[in-house]
């Protein structure tokens, strides 16, 4: 089969009020045209993504995928846990998953890179204790 893949990288926006934020990722559903929806299970995967950025974003998982044009994302979030001031607080969130409307396409034997940057200055409510993910995507 001649598949091409798509490498899921994730990194953060910073926010100088805490020290860490450790998302627990658990699955990635991507939408294809001609698929739908297909979930693709990538087991608990912790990231501290603070202080990540374009240049040292974190591999969340790579997908192998039929040639084809894709349109969305969904990255399924468990929990999200802020270090602040040395203490660990669990944030609530406001939706289990992030979701990512970028379009790409994959080709035989390609891979395509996308970085998924969490905007934490619009992702973490600090008075309400709130986790919404604001994203942004870049492609390489």
């Not at 860490?20 to 990722?25: G, L, R």
Request: proline share 4%; aromatic share 10%.
């Amino acid at each position: 089969m001649n598949n091409g893949s798509l490498s899921i990288y994730v990194s953060d926006s910073p926010n100088s009020m805490v020290s860490a934020v450790y998302i627990t990722f658990s699955s990635i559903e991507i939408h294809g045209n001609q698929s739908g929806w297909v979930n693709y299970t990538i087991g608990e995967r912790t990231v501290n993504i603070f202080g990540t950025s374009v240049n040292n974003s974190v591999l969340l998982g790579n997908i192998s995928l039929q040639p084809g044009k894709y349109t969305m994302i969904k990255l399924y979030i468990t929990s999200v846990v802020v270090n602040m001031g040395g203490n660990n607080v669990t944030f609530n969130l406001s939706s289990n998953f992030a979701f990512i409307n970028h379009p790409f396409t994959i080709q035989p034997h390609e891979n395509v890179k996308l970085i998924v940057e969490f905007k934490l200055n619009e992702c973490l409510n600090m008075q309400s204790r709130v986790f919404t993910p604001y994203i942004g995507v870049i492609e390489k």
